[in-house]
């Protein structure tokens, strides 16, 4: 039996060596994702940007500058998380995902949920919330609709509390989307 770091490593290696999609042929770095491997909270983004891409990390940009600010804002760090990507490559010119993108990369994703576990999962826009409404069986009605409100869900078998929030990139731009989103954050509180 392997341990959750093993598995981990699996898919890491398996994201590294992909070809399942086009996007690999742009990419500087996958980015896998990163944080504790028993996290109480998975937070799950849309694709990586040019400075994860750069670096290999999820959310180190800009909006990964928030994002550990709000973490901060209620006690948490880094560390204590778990940080994913619904994809593992950036998009050129960071633009949407593709369906078939989504559909070769998110087998990634829903193990790594296994392997964590998590009793929260918070979901970073529209990409990110369509997805797991999507496995959790909810109707998904745009993120403007949902952010904020709690949902108690079947996720791959697991028993999650599911909160969808705006993605801390649209709030760097939209003074009214940030404070919605610290008011998320302290619901995730």
């Not at 998975?42 to 990964?64: L, N, Q, S």
């Not at 950036?90 to 829903?110: K, S, W």
């Not at 797991?132 to 993120?143: C, E, Q, R, T, V």
């Amino acid at each position: 039996m392997l341990s959750k770091k093993e598995l981990m490593e699996e898919i890491f290696k398996e994201i590294l060596e992909c070809r399942k999609c086009g996007l690999w042929r742009s990419r500087r770095n996958p980015v896998p994702g990163e944080g504790s491997l028993d996290a109480k909270i998975m937070f799950i983004g849309e694709a990586p940007g040019y400075w994860e891409d750069v670096k290999g990390r999820p959310f180190v940009g800009a909006a990964g500058k928030l994002l550990d600010k709000l973490l901060a804002g209620i006690g948490l760090s880094r560390e204590e998380v778990f940080i994913g990507n619904i994809l593992k490559c950036r998009p050129p010119g960071n633009r949407d995902p593709r369906p078939e993108e989504v559909n070769a990369c998110t087998p990634y994703l829903d193990r790594q949920i296994r392997i964590i576990q998590p009793k929260i999962i918070v979901t970073l826009g529209r990409y990110a919330s369509a997805y797991i409404f999507s496995k959790a069986g909810i109707p998904f009605s745009g993120i403007s609709r949902v952010h904020g409100k709690v949902y108690r869900a079947d996720v791959l078998d697991l028993d999650i509390t599911l909160i969808p929030m705006y993605h801390p990139a649209v709030a760097l731009y939209n003074a009214k989307l940030k404070s919605a989103l610290e008011e998320d954050f302290r619901i995730l509180a």
